[in-house]
């Protein structure tokens, strides 16, 4: 009898590391099996914006896809199911196209859109101008959600407005909306060709990057900026690209405005515009709009809503530690903050739906509020409505009676306003992509 010594040998660590691999493969396709249940469940099945296709023909199931999303491990977007990637948390995606870059077999295609759920593109000529002469966009609006290809979208815009527009006759030469990736890129590049400009922006420098949470990995690849040359980004966290930001809005003397949102833009006579905001009015040759996607936060119009400790967006939930907080919604978003909030060490988390249950958010964020909630941490008031927000309290009308209670912070997650009107207001045509690139 042949000795199978030598065999075994070589086999056993073969069959081993295949079990290890092959319980391992399982255990990830039973959770996103789970993921993709959950949102279907809950009726989270139509991507917000820029998302993946796989064509099932083409996947290896090698999972590159599932590995290179920067929404990992906070949210699981893809995931593998028998041996093919899947679009499992259509909602958590926000277009990065990192999924395609990552794919070796070009399985991916990134579309706007779904056959069910529409989404409005404005439209665009190469040179990134719109149907009103020009109005120029870049970056998310225009359907370039990564931050890479924003930054050169910026660039790319006003260097096309530079070569092919007059310059402001005593107005500006340019006005750029929004101090998001492209806007960035958009001013240095104004800053480098000697253009008369000023950039204006509702929120913070940053754009959509500043309301991500804290630590948040936002970019994993070098970048060409004008007047910085080549940048290497690799791993950057929100605050460290924030940080690179901030340097060079110093450096460079870029006056950005802040707190100041655009309420409109009109054609004047001499081929120029007129940027109104509420705190005055900008003449300008061209006008670049670099704003994002998700749209204005949707203000609920009580009294109280301007005071400095009401905020729309959960940034960091340490902040919150040891304070009363009121969290306004019943998404996912709302969810997630009441919950990190309280897992943060906050004093007292209350939160305050109109509805009578939480039907549209997660089950993993439901979890998670209710283990708060049975801890003690946490108290959801449904059937409810803010109607006052004071400095150290707030006021809430539930199924008709009034409740007041103290309170040191106040998060409203009641969704956005998109810019589509804001778009038609303009004149800027627009399509509707359904599930096309």
């Not at 929404?71 to 977007?77: I, L």
């Not at 204005?296 to 304070?323: A, C, F, N, S």
């Not at 039907?359 to 109607?387: I, W």
Request: proline share 5%; net charge positive.
């Amino acid at each position: 009898m042949p000795d199978l010594s030598p065999y075994l040998v070589y086999a056993l660590p073969l069959v081993v590391a295949w079990t290890i691999y092959w319980l391992r493969r399982r255990k990830r396709e039973s959770l996103s099996v789970a993921t993709l249940e959950q949102a279907r469940e809950a009726g989270l099945v139509e991507p917000a914006s820029l998302h993946p296709v796989i064509d099932a023909t083409r996947c290896l199931g090698c999972g590159a896809c599932v590995s290179a999303c920067p929404e990992q491990p906070e949210h699981q977007v893809l995931g593998l199911i028998a041996g093919k990637a899947q679009l499992v948390s259509p909602t958590d995606c926000i277009g990065h196209g990192a999924c395609r870059s990552a794919c070796p077999t070009d399985a991916i295609t990134l579309v706007f859109g779904t056959a069910t759920r529409g989404v409005s593109i404005p439209m665009l000529s190469p040179q990134f101008e719109t149907s009103v002469p020009g109005i120029f966009i870049a970056g998310e609006l225009g359907g370039m959600g990564l931050i890479r290809n924003a930054l050169a979208q910026g660039r790319q815009a006003v260097e096309a407005i530079r070569a092919g527009r007059p310059r402001g006759r005593g107005a500006f030469d340019l006005v750029i909306v929004g101090a998001g990736p492209a806007g960035f890129a958009a001013a240095l590049t104004a800053r480098s060709l000697d253009m008369n400009f000023a950039l204006l922006e509702q929120e913070a420098l940053g754009g959509c990057v500043f309301q991500y949470p804290r630590g948040k990995v936002v970019m994993t690849a070098p970048a060409e900026l004008p007047l910085l040359g080549k940048i290497r980004f690799t791993d950057t966290s929100k605050e460290e690209l924030l940080k690179f930001w901030q340097d060079a809005e110093r450096r460079f003397q870029l006056k950005f405005n802040y707190r100041e949102r655009v309420v409109g833009i009109e054609a004047v006579g001499d081929g120029g515009f007129v940027v109104r905001t509420p705190k005055g009015q900008y003449r300008a040759a061209s006008v670049l709009l670099a704003i994002g996607r998700r749209g204005t936060p949707r203000k609920l119009g009580v009294p109280g809503e301007d005071l400095p400790h009401v905020v729309y967006r959960l940034i960091d939930p340490e902040q919150y530690r040891d304070q009363r907080v009121l969290v306004v919604g019943g998404g996912d978003s709302a969810l997630e903050a009441a919950a990190s909030a309280a897992e943060a060490g906050a004093r007292q988390v209350v939160v305050s739906y109109r509805g009578d249950a939480f039907a549209r958010a997660k089950a993993r964020n439901r979890e998670r509020v209710e283990q708060a909630r049975a801890s003690g941490r946490l108290e959801v008031l449904l059937g409810s409505n803010l109607r006052r927000i004071e400095t150290g309290s707030v006021t809430l009308d539930q199924k008709g009676a009034l409740r007041r209670l103290g309170n040191d912070a106040v998060i409203i997650n009641a969704g956005g306003e998109l810019p589509d009107e804001f778009l038609r207001n303009v004149g800027i045509a627009v399509a509707t992509k359904f599930g096309a690139a």
